[in-house]
């Protein structure tokens, strides 16, 4: 069973910059891939980033290209989705989720993913 746990949400204005963590335990490998979504209230819970542990291997969504990056160092430190020059859109509770089924440059699905956190709200006022 692996559990995660995000932190770093928060309200930021426009043009900000904030860094979220997942932390990781129970029986995770380096063989996982990681990934963050977010759901927006509304909407469906949508594709973010992803990574394999070792970070051999990132894809991003479009809408946050450029502006968002998914990071780890080693499966026993957090993931981490550095989010600069936020914009109101980006308003949204973020999950971790991890898979070994997923592949990192392909998987964007929700159901490619197995495990997931509690989510933490980051809101962007503008």
């Known amino acids: 069973q692996v559990q995660l746990m995000e932190s770093g949400g928060g309200l930021v204005q426009a043009g900000d910059s904030l860094r979220l963590s997942c932390a990781a335990s129970?029986?995770?490998?380096?063989?996982?891939?990681m990934a963050w979504f977010r759901q927006a209230p509304g909407k469906e819970r949508e594709f973010v980033a992803a990574i394999t542990w070792r970070g051999v291997t990132e894809s991003y969504a479009d809408s946050v290209k450029g502006r968002f990056t998914i990071s780890s160092d080693d499966v026993k430190k957090p993931l981490y989705l550095q989010k600069n020059a936020l914009k109101p859109e980006d308003t949204a509770v973020y999950y971790c989720?991890?898979?070994?089924?997923?592949?990192?440059?392909?998987?964007?699905?929700?159901?490619?993913?197995?495990?997931w956190g509690q989510g933490t709200q980051v809101t962007v006022s503008s």
């Open positions: 129970g029986r995770i490998f380096s063989r996982y891939t």
């Open positions: 989720a991890a898979s070994l089924r997923a592949v990192a440059g392909r998987d964007r699905g929700v159901s490619s993913y197995d495990y």
